[in-house]
């Protein structure tokens, strides 16, 4: 089975049967994946969160792929772990705004539900945007420019969003954006050149 | 697009990665800690997974053979209910007709007045033996 036909019956729910099992593996070689998930993490959490806007489904999403990536993958070359981790931690933060939508369609016929999630969420955002500008006005400009920035990157088609966050956040080339996302590097280019376009359009303010 | 605006889009694309980046550096402590939680929980459920891992394969190839057989299974047993069903929609409509008669008022009315026209025949049938004893008697 090829990595793709493997992340499609992944992202149907399914384990694909030969690469269930936890590879057997040297200490050696468990040390390498656990130092390549101690680099992706970070990088991988900001752009779950930015995707989801939901700090505990972003550590779940991450968590989830980490998980897949070790039960399934982990026999690979590492060279390949990363295209292939950013590949399951989209599919994971995909299924998640599914499982999202369907829980927020059954909770609205609920009518002692308010619909303040979002009013929470933008506080919590702002209450958690990075704090370390050197001086307290500086620092709100960032966090204000840092949360209009994630607002708006949010909103893009997911492969725009995609291609922007790993060029940007994980610092991919295009070549290994187009791995990781499976397409081609001209479609990378297109979606990040498209995404750059609205983004700019939509944050002309906080950038001029 | 003019190589002005190439280039303000290409400082665009740098300062939002500057800030992105910065943010990635910059997580909570609180987050960070949450984080290398769940690398090792990951690692941990794998490891238990693996473990698992030396008797679940095992069995987890028989899984499409034993879907195949479950499946053929059903089919037989659909076909074989399909097959009595005739006979069982048969009896089902003799049941009703039965049903049908019984209900009918009209139906036990006509069978009422035929009880009462046996007498006629039964007088006709004895004035005919009647007449054939008196003409063989004759």
Redesign the interface.
């Known amino acids: 089975m090829n990595i793709q036909a493997q992340l499609l019956t992944e992202s149907a729910g399914f384990a694909p049967?030969e690469v269930?099992?936890?590879?057997?593996s040297t200490p050696l070689e468990?040390a390498q994946?656990?130092d390549f998930?101690?680099t992706v993490?970070?990088?991988a959490?900001?752009i779950a969160q930015i995707a989801l806007r939901h700090?505990q489904d972003a550590?779940d999403a991450?968590?989830d792929a980490?998980?897949r990536l070790?039960?399934r993958y982990?026999e690979r070359p590492a060279a390949q772990w990363r295209p292939l981790f950013y590949r399951i931690l989209e599919n994971c933060v995909r299924d998640m705004q599914r499982r999202r939508r369907t829980r927020n369609g059954v909770m609205a016929w609920l009518p002692w539900r308010g619909g303040g999630d979002d009013e929470q969420d933008e506080q919590d955002l702002l209450a958690?945007a990075?704090?370390?500008a050197p001086t307290p006005a500086a620092e709100a400009q960032?966090a204000q420019?840092?949360q209009a920035?994630e607002r708006a990157v949010a909103q893009l088609p997911a492969r725009q969003r995609q291609a922007f966050?790993l060029?940007?956040?994980e610092?991919m080339d295009v070549a290994a954006t187009a791995e990781a996302m499976n397409c081609s590097e001209g479609s990378v280019k297109t979606h990040y050149f498209r995404a750059?376009?609205t983004?700019?359009e939509q944050l002309g303010e906080y950038?001029t | 697009m003019s190589a002005s605006e190439e280039q303000?889009?290409e400082e665009?694309?740098r300062?939002?990665?500057n800030?992105?980046?910065?943010?990635?550096?910059?997580?909570?402590g609180a987050?960070?800690s949450?984080?290398?939680r769940?690398?090792y929980?990951?690692?941990e459920?794998?490891?238990a997974?693996?473990a698992l891992?030396?008797v679940?394969?095992q069995w987890?190839?028989w899984?499409p053979a034993g879907a195949i057989a479950a499946t053929a299974l059903a089919v037989l047993i659909v076909m074989g209910q399909q097959s009595h069903a005739p006979a069982l929609q048969a009896s089902a409509n003799i049941a009703g007709d039965d049903m049908e008669l019984l209900a009918d008022a009209d139906g036990l009315a006509l069978t009422q007045e035929a009880d009462e026209d046996y007498d006629f025949y039964e007088w006709a049938v004895n004035t005919a033996q009647d007449g054939e004893r008196g003409e063989v008697g004759s």
């Open positions: 049967l269930f099992a936890l590879p057997e468990s994946l656990a998930l101690a993490e970070r990088p959490f900001r700090d550590l991450v968590q980490m998980l070790v039960r982990a958690q990075p704090d370390h960032t420019t840092l920035l966050l060029r940007s956040i610092g750059l376009q983004l700019r950038w | 303000r889009l665009f694309a300062r939002t990665r800030l992105l980046q910065h943010s990635v550096d910059h997580l909570d987050t960070r949450r984080l290398t769940a690398r929980a990951a690692l459920q794998a490891r997974g693996g891992g030396a679940l394969p987890r190839r899984l």
